[in-house]
């Protein structure tokens, strides 16, 4: 059985996934996620964690309804609009970076609303190019954007800032989280970086190594703008000393 259902009040997102298998090469099924139960917060930043194939993307596929061929249910509180920053940018290569925004933008998403985001994820001189001359860095912005225009109520990431150099997945990390704190909404990103995580979650789910369930469930209540080099570094080795298997 599977389907959408509304979830309780205080949830933005009830998601039970009893199992999601893929059919193997060689006829026996790959077991991707098993047994996951995990309720979403509203405006929450919820990070899971885990190592490469452990089911992360399955998992935000499955949310976004991309997949719906699995066991249980995912639960929301109102009619969900997703915004999806996919692992790899995905935009579209014959269109400028404005027509790759706007494309699928909410009708409410007006011009001076992408003036104002692109300004903010430092977009603005960049509208008029296309993706093919754009860093990967600045793609990955144009993917943020386009996500948030959308004005979803829960934004899924993908490992968005996965092969950049790391000064620009930390510029891009505070770039986010200046994005999604002036707009609420639910975020849920998935990782494998435990410093990524720490730097933005309020809750951290860790992931068994696949098939996926939760293995632990932290929440991390020290407020961003104290997440300095050393505090993420001391929440990093408690972390590891507590799980020492899996991180
Ligand atoms: N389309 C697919 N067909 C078959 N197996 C898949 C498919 N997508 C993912 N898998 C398998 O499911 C497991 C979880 O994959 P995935 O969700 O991509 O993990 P992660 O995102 O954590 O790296 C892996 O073992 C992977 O090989
Ligand atoms: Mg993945």
Redesign the pocket.
């Known amino acids: 059985m599977n389907g959408a259902r509304p979830a309780g009040d205080s949830s933005q997102l009830e998601i039970r996934i009893g199992e999601k298998a ?3 090469a060689n006829g026996r099924a ?1 077991t ?1 996620v098993r047994g996951l139960e995990l309720a979403i917060e509203r405006d929450s930043f919820t990070v899971l964690i ?1 190592p ?8 935000l596929r499955i949310l976004a309804g991309l997949d719906t061929a699995y066991e249980g249910t995912v639960q929301w509180s109102e009619a969900p609009r997703v915004g999806f920053v996919f692992q790899e940018p995905q935009l579209l290569p014959w269109r400028s970076v404005r027509q790759n925004i706007s494309l699928t933008a909410a009708e409410a998403f007006s011009d001076d609303d992408l003036r104002e985001l692109a300004e903010e994820l430092g977009l603005a001189d960049v509208l008029d190019r296309f993706p093919g001359e754009l860093s990967l860095g600045l793609a990955r912005r144009v993917s943020l954007a386009r996500a948030f225009a959308s004005l979803p109520n829960v934004l899924l990431l993908d490992e968005p800032f996965v092969s950049l150099d790391e000064p620009t997945a930390a510029r891009l990390r505070r770039l986010l989280v200046r994005v999604w704190s002036s707009r609420p909404t639910t975020a849920v990103l ?1 990782t494998h970086n435990l410093r990524e995580a720490l730097e933005l979650a309020d809750r951290l789910v860790l992931l068994t190594p ?1 098939p996926a369930s939760v293995l632990a469930d932290i929440r991390i209540d020290l407020p961003r703008e104290s997440r300095d080099e050393d505090a993420i570094e001391a929440l990093r080795s408690k972390l590891v000393r507590s799980y020492p298997a899996q991180l």
């Open positions: 893929y059919p193997g790959q991707a885990g490469s194939g452990c089911g992360k993307t399955t998992i998935v696949g």
